[in-house]
């Protein structure tokens, strides 16, 4: 199984850069979103990617991959 671990990219200067990704929510599920990660002490951004990193995790534990 694929080390499943976060490895940002190297920039040519050898320094860890991240990609932005646009995700698009309908405001109710924002308010849900912003609850949850508040409730968390977490920002908005930081709980979404969290949140789908364990989901992405476990989808791929559940599949063998």
């Known amino acids: 199984m694929e080390d499943l671990a976060i490895r940002p990219k190297k920039s040519d200067h050898g320094r860890n850069q991240t990609e932005p990704v646009l995700l698009r929510f309908e405001p109710a ?30 989808v791929l534990k559940e599949a063998g991959s």
Do not use: C, Y
């Open 29 to 58: 599920h924002l308010e849900i979103i912003d609850r949850a990660a508040e409730h968390l002490g977490l920002s908005r951004a930081a709980w979404v990617r969290s949140t789908m990193l364990q989901a992405a995790r476990e």
